[in-house]
């Protein structure tokens, strides 16, 4: 991408002293010399394990935290020299989502309170509010204490409050959290209509891995302070050097017919294998390897459907997110 | 299931609140004066949070309760363990029927916020509080403490400060001190909130040899079906009822003829291509329902979850709706009907035969 | 900068407006506060009654006890907030974890600062105006408008120095980590000095010499001693009384607004150095807020 990124970070370091006892303490790195370039109007996720760094690397980039050791440029500010500016032009949703929420002030009047501390222009204040209530199903809330709706609710709430103002970068630390199944899917959607409507650049951590597989361009995956590997799933299944492999099961499928049906599958481009099992007439099944199998899927169904072969189910079997995150993790030992 | 054989035994139990909703016109003075002198507002609405509820647990199970938010878990729980009386029904848990005698027999884990925690302190002296709190003798206390730290795997954090800890550790700790206390029934509310992949993992291996080789019986509530994947029932709960009970296959029995088709197909086509999708889907006899989604990232795809009659030719004819169509298909797969699918299922089974009031 | 400043405003305004929402949705509060302020000026009251015969002298603080105690109250009820509550906020701002979320904001440092304080200025000073209506509608005190505009320059030095004073204890809470209730300067200044010198219901003068010269340190001695001359009926504006009025050569009021000023010019500045210091190193550390 030609366009200059978001945030460019060249090796930070963020080191915590942790207290052993009363005298004696030990340096951690919790984020430790860390690359990374945030295009904009992507949407980046920080996958890793607990502690692995992520929220200080986050607290960083937002201007909260300052770093102990290299550069960073956020939105082209400097994160030592301008964490100023940086900081009135961010937006964070914190996995607490009753931080900043006054259960005294009705679920309006809170985010009446953090428009005006955000600067929302007056005249677009009103409508903002009655969008955002309206689109995260909040409007018949409006007038409710928010110790009186349930946690998802003002879980959408803080995710309310981050949105009034459409600053150019939007950090989400755990935003389904505690959500439930209809909330969660929502918020999702809510992300993504965002990301592209406004091309607000969206950094966001989950524990929920299809999660970033769902919504994010790329994700960087951390563990003990390092990014272990950055770039979008696509890339990184192909550099887990598997084929991504398919099981098509099929009806009956007679000699003649088979015979022909893999001569015809094997000649598609970038197939690597193909081979046909079933003894048993009703246990047909055909295994498709190929790389990257997406392309050739169809054509493969195309093929058996044209030789009137019936195809009882279909199962593509490429490595998910959640795969190459316990690779990336658990392999670090031994690269 | 006898009810002898019970250890939770809850019988028509209904919990209203009295929530108050104040009018967005009083503000400033106005409503200054009119809150200092009307002493009560008497506009409060009703909620029923949980309505003419029954079930048992038998002793040494994992119980699973699912539910949208704001459907009563909450509720239920805080009467199950005695921190709320019940307007009407009945419940014995352990044999007790008493609020007092309740309330020792379960312990109650809530990952809610981080109450009660002390933060100057310690994770390990944060444990001997609570037990020491509890009326645990020391020496035993430190026994357990030992043992809850090694099987939360956290023996090499035990001297850090609350304050250190990342929020899933702090979570950890939560979860640490409800197995402190010996008790026979487990309540986890939400246990996996910020916990990471492989935590969660090792939670549910702990929660599940809790139950087999310790006979502790296990309630859990998650949005996440994962964490419910140990539980041999599941209670589904909405709007404050129980819709339906049962272990998965049970509750998917209804939907015995159905399966579920998952496939991801390019979307290259202008105009409202969701609507499109579903409409000439739904068209389909072997259809019985279509969720459309936006796929992955920025692939340009539709995610399309199909629920399909088992028996025909299912997945030719939707295979060759799309080859008609010429959008290519670009992973498929056939996967059993997630918990979301059946709640909805049965949500639907429930407010459309008017069950619900 | 003019932007910059409407803006700043603006956010003080919501903020004292969610405060005071809050304020008033807790009603026996409202009343609890109303009879505090009642009770306390009774007990004035009370002891005039018991001060009327006797034949203590308030030398150059005029002749009526009331409206000597309450202008007492007065500059008590101002530094309790001022200088007694910051800290104390600045606690419930990084308990409640919304330290984070205020510096996310075009705010600067010192606005969330400001503004959460309004809860106790609501809560504090109508007090002051509450007290002097009770004083002297229930309880005969009168008070002397002839030196209006200078009483009302003493209000605003002393309303200064102790929010500096304020904002030097709060910056404590970062500065120096304490994360208790309590932290020293407030507990040095005002359980200890102001209880000790200050003196609501006595005058300075009757304290030994040494506790006098402590009194000195503090601001409230010279606003207290400024406003009882100059509203306090029969009050003396020439005769010292202050070891500091003793060892300058001005004229009693004088030597007060040149403490004052003095002290106002050194603990302000200090205050906001120290309060944005404070912050600096809990952005260094990570410790803005209790939440990770």
């Given amino acids: 991408m030609a366009v200059e990124p978001v945030i460019a970070l060249q090796q930070l370091v963020k080191t915590f002293q942790i207290r052993d006892s009363l005298f004696r303490s030990h340096p951690l790195n919790a984020v430790d010399n860390v690359d990374l370039d945030v295009h904009t109007g992507e949407v980046l996720g920080l996958l890793g394990r607990n502690g692995a760094g992520k929220t200080t690397l986050i607290k960083m980039m937002a201007g909260l935290l300052r770093p102990d050791g290299g550069t960073g440029r956020v939105l082209g500010y400097d994160v030592y020299r301008d964490h100023k500016k940086i900081r009135a032009s961010v937006s964070l949703v914190a996995p607490t989502a009753d931080v900043g929420t006054d259960n005294n002030l009705t679920v309006r009047q809170n985010l009446e309170f953090w428009a005006v501390v955000y600067d929302l222009d007056r005249q677009l204040r009103d409508q903002r509010i009655d969008e955002l209530l309206t689109f995260l199903n909040l409007k018949s809330y409006e007038d409710h204490w928010p110790i009186s709706i349930s946690a998802g609710m003002r879980q959408r709430l803080a995710i309310a409050r981050s949105l009034l103002v459409h600053n150019p970068i939007l950090f989400l630390d755990e935003p389904t959290v505690k959500l439930d199944a209809a909330g969660a899917h929502a918020v999702r959607e809510f992300i993504r209509k965002i990301n592209r409507e406004f091309g607000i650049t969206i950094i966001l951590t989950t524990h929920f891995i299809f999660e970033a597989e769902r919504l994010c361009d790329r994700v960087a995956i951390m563990d003990e302070g390092k990014i272990m590997s950055c770039d979008s799933v696509a890339n ?28 015809h ?71 | 299931m006898t009810p002898q054989s019970a250890i939770i035994d809850v019988s028509h139990v209904s919990k209203t609140y009295r929530g108050v909703s104040i009018d967005r016109k009083e503000s400033g003075i106005g409503l200054w004066i009119k809150s200092a002198f009307r002493l009560t507002s008497n506009r409060a609405r009703t909620v029923r949070a949980l309505d003419d509820v029954s079930f048992q647990i038998e002793a040494g199970e994992i119980f699973g309760i699912y539910g949208a938010n704001g459907a009563g878990k909450t509720t239920l729980i805080k009467i199950l363990s005695g921190l709320l009386l019940p307007e009407s029904g009945s419940e014995r848990v352990n044999g007790c029927t008493g609020i007092d005698e309740i309330k020792d027999q379960i312990s109650y884990i809530s990952t809610n916020g981080w109450m009660g925690l002390e933060w100057q302190l310690t994770v390990y002296e944060n444990l001997m509080l609570y037990g020491h709190i509890f009326g645990i003798p020391t020496s035993e206390l430190r026994r357990r403490c030992d043992s809850v730290l090694g099987l939360f795997g956290m023996v090499a954090g035990k001297d850090k ?35 990471d992949v492989q935590s969660s993992a090792a939670l549910r291996q702990i929660l599940v ?123 498929m797969r056939s996967a059993p009907l997630t918990l979301q699918e059946l709640y909805a299922y049965h949500v639907d089974r429930t407010t459309v035969s008017g069950g619900l009031a | 900068m003019m932007q910059q400043l409407r803006r700043e405003w603006a956010s003080l305004m919501v903020f004292s407006k969610r405060e005071y929402i809050i304020w008033s949705s807790y009603r026996v509060n409202a009343w609890m506060w109303f009879l505090d302020v009642l009770f306390n000026t009774t007990i004035v009251f009370m002891l005039s009654l018991l001060t009327r015969d006797s034949t203590l002298d308030f030398a150059p603080y005029g002749n009526n006890y009331v409206t000597f105690v309450v202008l007492g109250f007065c500059v008590h009820y101002i530094s309790w907030t001022n200088l007694g509550d910051p800290f104390r906020r600045v606690a419930r701002i990084y308990w409640g974890g919304t330290m984070d979320l205020y510096l996310l904001s075009p705010l600067s440092y010192l606005t969330p600062f400001m503004g959460i304080m309004f809860r106790s200025v609501i809560d504090d000073y109508p007090r002051v105006i509450l007290s002097l ?127 004052l000023t003095a002290m106002t010019l050194v603990v302000l500045p200090l205050g906001v150095w120290m309060y944005v210091s404070g912050i600096e190193k809990a952005r260094r550390k990570g410790t803005l807020t209790r939440w990770q």
């Fill in chain 3, 133 to 259: 209506l009770f004083g002297g509608i229930f309880f005969g005190a009168a008070y002397s408008v002839n030196q209006l505009p200078l009483g009302l320059l003493f209000l605003a030095l002393i309303l200064l120095s102790t929010l500096g004073i304020g904002m030097i204890s709060a910056s404590s809470f970062y500065l120096l980590n304490f994360k208790q209730n309590t932290e020293p300067v407030r507990f040095l200044l005002q359980d200890v000095i102001v209880a000790l010198a200050a003196g609501i219901y006595y005058p300075i003068t009757v304290l030994p010499e040494s506790l006098q010269i402590l009194g000195g340190f503090i601001p409230h001695t010279y606003a207290l001693d400024a406003l009882r001359r100059l509203i306090v009926p029969g009050g003396d504006f020439t005769t010292k009384a202050l070891p500091l009025q003793h060892w300058l050569p001005f004229a009693p009021i004088t030597t007060d607004i040149v403490a």
């Fill in chain 2, 161 to 195: 400060h609350i304050s250190e800890l990342s929020a899933g550790m702090r979570q950890k700790v939560t979860l640490m001190r409800g197995f402190l206390l010996d008790r026979p029934i487990l309540y986890l509310d939400e246990p996996t909130v910020s916990l």
């Fill in chain 1, 236 to 263: 990184l299944r192909r550099h887990l050097q598997r084929y991504d492999s398919s099981v098509i099961q099929c009806g009956e499928v007679p000699e003649s017919l088979r015979r022909e049906a893999i001569r």
């Fill in chain 2, 209 to 331: 040899d809790a139950a087999r080789r310790d006979g502790k019986t296990v309630i859990v509530t998650s949005h996440n079906p994962v964490d419910l994947s140990i539980c041999r029932r599941i209670m589904l709960l909405y709007a404050g009822h129980v819709i339906a009970l049962g272990c998965e296959a049970e509750l998917a029995s209804p939907l015995q003829g159905i399966k579920a088709l998952r496939l991801t197909c390019a979307n290259h086509q202008s105009g409202d291509g969701a609507a499109d999708l579903v409409g000439g889907l739904l068209q389909l006899d072997v259809v019985r329902d279509v969720q459309v989604s936006e796929g992955n990232g920025r692939e340009n795809t539709w995610r399309v979850d199909l629920l399909v009659h088992r028996d025909g030719h299912a997945a030719s004819e939707i295979i060759d709706w799309f080859i008609a169509r010429d959008m290519p298909i670009v992973r």
């Fill in chain 1, 265 to 335: 599958l094997g000649a598609l481009p970038q197939v690597a294998s193909c081979s046909f099992q079933g003894e048993r007439a009703e246990a047909a099944q055909f295994e498709i390897s190929a790389d990257p199998l997406e392309s050739v899927l169809f054509d493969a169904l195309k093929t058996l459907r044209a030789h009137d072969i019936d195809i009882h189910a279909v199962d593509t079997n490429q490595p998910s997110l959640e795969d190459i995150f316990l690779d990336t993790v658990n392999s670090k030992g031994a690269s």
